[in-house]
């Protein structure tokens, strides 16, 4: 995080919601290898938080929206599922740092807690499943551009040709399941 109008932006902010003066200087770690959203350790005095935030240059409206993000972690925090804490929620996504490795429920548990909470009929499930295949499939084509341009913090993801085609098939695999 080497843009100096953010980081003047941001330890007044840290500062102000963690109620510690120490967050005014803070010093940020990118931690590679997420795909989408830009991750950052920031450590201070203080003690150590992550925030995560869209990454550099022209973005699609909608893949990048932190507000998104912030309202289904803040829904997954009435579950079992395991989400940090949402500490600061705009126009960044700050959370304190977990150093313990979570537990995640499988697919099939989530289900059956939604399917057992709403009463919804989860027949079609595999479908929609499909379609999430497809829809990463566009995403992981999306980051492969971003990448190329430069957008991503100069993070290396690798060589992502036959990424998207590879996703999407799984995506039609499941549904030659159905």
């Known amino acids: 995080m080497t843009d100096l109008h953010v980081r003047r932006a941001l330890g007044p902010a840290l500062a102000a919601v963690l109620g510690d003066d120490a967050w005014r200087e803070f010093e940020a770690e990118l931690i590679v290898g997420g795909k989408s959203n830009l991750t950052y350790r920031l450590r201070s005095a203080a003690g150590e938080v992550i925030l995560r935030r869209p990454p550099d240059g ?6 990048h929206d932190m507000g998104r993000e912030i309202r289904v972690q803040k829904a997954l925090a009435r579950t079992p599922v395991p989400v940090p804490l949402i500490l600061l929620d705009q ?3 700050l ?9 995640f429920p499988r697919r099939a548990e ?3 807690w939604y399917a057992e909470a709403t009463g919804a009929d989860l027949s079609h499930l595999t479908v ?5 295949h497809l829809k990463f499939a566009v ?3 999306d980051i492969d551009v971003r ?3 430069g957008a991503m913090a100069g993070q290396d993801f690798g060589d992502l040709t036959g990424e998207a085609a590879r996703i ?9 399941k159905v």
């Open 128 to 132: 929609h499943l499909a379609l999430a």
């Open 95 to 103: 959370a304190p740092s977990v150093t313990r490795t979570l537990g």
């Open 58 to 63: 022209a973005v699609r409206a909608t893949a």
């Open 110 to 112: 989530i289900a059956a």
């Open 168 to 176: 999407a098939e799984a995506g039609l695999d499941v549904l030659g």
């Open 139 to 141: 995403i992981t084509e």
């Open 147 to 149: 990448v190329r341009s």
């Open 91 to 93: 126009p960044w996504l």
